[in-house]
């Protein structure tokens, strides 16, 4: 899909959902990461990322669509356009679009363990968990005063 598509379902999209033109550009922007969509005040002109078209398909992008679309035509009837006024929350609600847009599969947090590490008192055996590195010729055992090893801890074993 290429800019003029993008438009023409903006154009679409507006009519349809908001029985009101968009008279504007949008267009794709490659750049667009972490955000699904974008809309700027100045200029009226709507981005979409061609990611998330790519990794959930065109009914997720035009939720995307819609809630772009909210802030396009209530900042053009000057009335609450952002996130936290009522008027963009029950417009959004109306038209079906989305809130949030979904998180892009290649930047997801892996899930991790609370603890990467595990200090081993050589004397009582008392275990100490840290979530960072520590240099265990500096530190003791604060029970016994013994020598601390210090243990890796394997990541995959308890997330899957």
């Excluded at 609600?93 to 979904?102: A, F, H, I």
């Excluded at 009582?124 to 604060?142: A, I, P």
């Excluded at 005063?145 to 997330?159: F, I, P």
Aim: overall charge positive; some cysteine; aromatic content about 10%.
């Amino acid at each position: 899909m290429d800019d003029k598509e993008l438009q023409a379902w903006v154009e679409r999209v507006s009519l349809a959902s908001f029985g009101l033109p968009f008279r504007h550009k949008a267009r794709f922007n490659r750049r667009l990461r972490s955000t699904g969509g974008r809309y700027f005040t100045h200029s009226h002109d709507i981005e979409i990322s061609p990611a998330q078209l790519e990794a959930f398909g065109a009914d997720e992008v035009e939720k995307i669509i819609k809630h772009e679309l909210c802030h396009y035509h209530l900042h053009i009837l000057k009335r609450g356009y952002r996130h936290r006024d009522a008027d963009f929350k029950q417009w959004l609600k109306r038209v079906g679009g989305s809130r949030y847009c979904r998180t892009l599969p290649d930047r997801a947090v892996p899930k991790r363990l609370p603890y990467r590490y595990k200090l081993v008192c050589g004397r009582c055996g008392t275990e100490y968990l840290r979530k960072r590195k520590l240099d265990v010729r500096k530190y003791v055992c604060g029970k016994c005063r013994g020598k601390l090893q210090s243990y890796t801890l394997d990541l995959r074993s308890e997330t899957e």
